[in-house]
C-alpha cells in the first residue's frame, strides 16, 4: 500500500502535467471508486474543472480546481496514475485539454475519488488525518502528546492516521529501527527521549522514501522507486541488523508482518543501561 513517500512521488509526476490543464472528458468505469455517488454524476462534475494545483496530505492525494472544489484520491491497495498510457484495469480515464492522457489504474479496487465542495475539503481531512510529519506544526511536544496515554503498540500508534499523517507499515517499521524501539512497546511507555528520537526516526525514514522515490515491491502496483534495495528491517527476516549483526526478526501485529531488530530494539530498552543491554542480547 502506498505511503507518504510514495504518494508524494505520484504527487511529483503528476504536478507538472496537471497543474494549469482542464479536464476536458472524464470517463469514470467503476461505481467502487465514487461510491456512494454515481460516477456519471462525478465525471460529469470533473468535466470543465482547471486544476490549480495537486497537493497531498498523508496519503491523499488532491486535486485542487481553480472552483475551489478538490478531488480527494486515495490509492489504497493498487491503485495507480498512468499518463498517455492504456493500462489494464483501468477504472477512469481524464483527457486534458492539451490532449494528454491520464489513467488510473485498480486491480483491486479498494481505491476512491472523493469530489469536494470549497467548504469541505479543509474539515474534511482535518477529521481524517493528524499533521504533516514535515510541517513544522508537527515536534516533538505534539508527537508525545498524540500517543501519551494510549497503551496500544506504538507501532499501531503510528499506524493511526490522526496520530500524524502518512506512516504505513514499511515507514513505521523503518521509523521504529531507527529510533531503536520495540513496535510492540505500550505508546504510554516511551520516554522523553524516546519520543525525541521517534520523532527524528519518522522524518528520517520518509525523507529516505522520498529521495529514492518510494519503495517498488515488485508487485507492479508501485513501480520506479528504489527504497526496497535499503530498508533497515521491513521485509528482511533473519538478515543481519545494519547496526548490530544480530538477525532481523518478524513478528505479526494486527495481522500486518512487523519486523523489528531483536537486539536494538529491545522491548524495555529505555529501562536497561546500554552496556547491559548488549551483554544480555548476545
Ligand atoms: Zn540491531
Not at 469530489?115 to 508527537?143: I, M, N, Q, R, S
Request: glycine content about 8%; charged content about 30%; proline content about 6%.
Amino acid at each position: 500500500m502506498p505511503e507518504l513517500p510514495e504518494v508524494e512521488t505520484v504527487r511529483r509526476t503528476l504536478e507538472p502535467v496537471l497543474t494549469g490543464r482542464t479536464l476536458k472528458r472524464v470517463a469514470i468505469e467503476d461505481g467502487r471508486l465514487t461510491r456512494p455517488y454515481d460516477p456519471v454524476h462525478i465525471a460529469a462534475e470533473l468535466q470543465g474543472e482547471r486544476v490549480s494545483a495537486v497537493d497531498r496530505r498523508g496519503k491523499y492525494l488532491i486535486l485542487r480546481f481553480a472552483s475551489g472544489r478538490a478531488l480527494l484520491v486515495h490509492l489504497r491497495m493498487t491503485g495507480s496514475f498512468h499518463v498517455d498510457e492504456e493500462p489494464s484495469h483501468e477504472r477512469a480515464v481524464a483527457t486534458l485539454d492539451d490532449r494528454t492522457r491520464v489513467s488510473y489504474r485498480d486491480v483491486r479496487r479498494f481505491g476512491t475519488w472523493l469530489l469536494l465542495e470549497p467548504d469541505e475539503v479543509a474539515p474534511y481531512l482535518d477529521a481524517k488525518v493528524g499533521e504533516e510529519p514535515f510541517d513544522a506544526l508537527f515536534t516533538v511536544a505534539h508527537l508525545g502528546e498524540r500517543i501519551r496515554k494510549r497503551k496500544a503498540p506504538i507501532k499501531s500508534a503510528l499506524l493511526d492516521q490522526r496520530t500524524l499523517a502518512g506512516l504505513g507499515n514499511i515507514y513505521t517499521d523503518e521509523a521504529l529501527w531507527w529510533a531503536r524501539i520495540h513496535p510492540l512497546r505500550p505508546a504510554e511507555s516511551l520516554e522523553r527521549d524516546e519520543v525525541r528520537h521517534l520523532h527524528r526516526a519518522i522524518r528520517r525514514a520518509l525523507e529516505r522514501g522520498i529521495k529514492r522515490q518510494g519503495a517498488d515491491l515488485g508487485d507492479g502496483v508501485y513501480r520506479g522507486g528504489r527504497m526496497q534495495k535499503e530498508f533497515k528491517v521491513y521485509g528482511r527476516e533473519g538478515e543481519p541488523c545494519d547496526r548490530c549483526g544480530t538477525p532481523i526478526a518478524k513478528t505479526r501485529l494486527g495481522g500486518r508482518g512487523t519486523w523489528f531488530c531483536p537486539t536494538c530494539q529491545a522491548a524495555r530498552a529505555s529501562s536497561v543501561p546500554a552496556r547491559s543491554r548488549r551483554q544480555s542480547s548476545v
